[in-house]
């Protein structure tokens, strides 16, 4: 049975760092192509990040380059997010979610499992 489970959001300052985990199993990981998603109240989700099967190829939304870091312990079965220079609009539940495929991918439609989600919020 697939589970992915997010860790470590919370309350942050604007300009203040997360770092978020995502740990799975029940998946063959390496396999698996990992994305993060976030959906604000009232918004759709919205694609964040993605990172191939290794930690070769990350792609990321425009408003994340150069504040949010990608990657992946295969060893581990992890996948983090971290999260620099925080805004207010950054504020949403953030999904982990995996591609059997093993292609990247920013359409949560290509992504067969999904965490539960974690809260940030960024205070202004």
């Known amino acids: 049975q697939a589970q992915l489970v997010e860790s470590g959001g919370g309350l942050v300052q604007a300009g203040g760092s997360l770092r978020l985990s995502c740990a799975a199993s029940?998946?063959?990981?390496?396999?698996?192509?990992m994305a993060w998603f976030r959906q604000a109240p009232g918004k759709e989700r919205e694609f964040v990040a993605a990172?191939?099967?290794?930690?070769?190829?990350?792609r990321y939304a425009d408003s994340m380059k150069g504040r949010f870091t990608l990657s992946r312990d295969n060893a581990k079965n992890s996948v983090y997010l971290q999260m620099d220079s925080l805004r207010p609009d950054d504020t949403a539940v953030y999904y982990c979610?995996?591609?059997?495929?093993?292609?990247?991918?920013?359409?949560?439609?290509?992504?067969?499992?999904w965490g539960q989600g974690t809260q940030v919020t960024v205070s202004s």
């Open positions: 990172v191939s099967r290794i930690t070769v190829f990350t």
């Open positions: 029940g998946i063959i990981f390496s396999s698996n192509a």
């Open positions: 979610a995996a591609a059997k495929s093993g292609r990247m991918s920013d359409r949560y439609l290509e992504y067969d499992y």
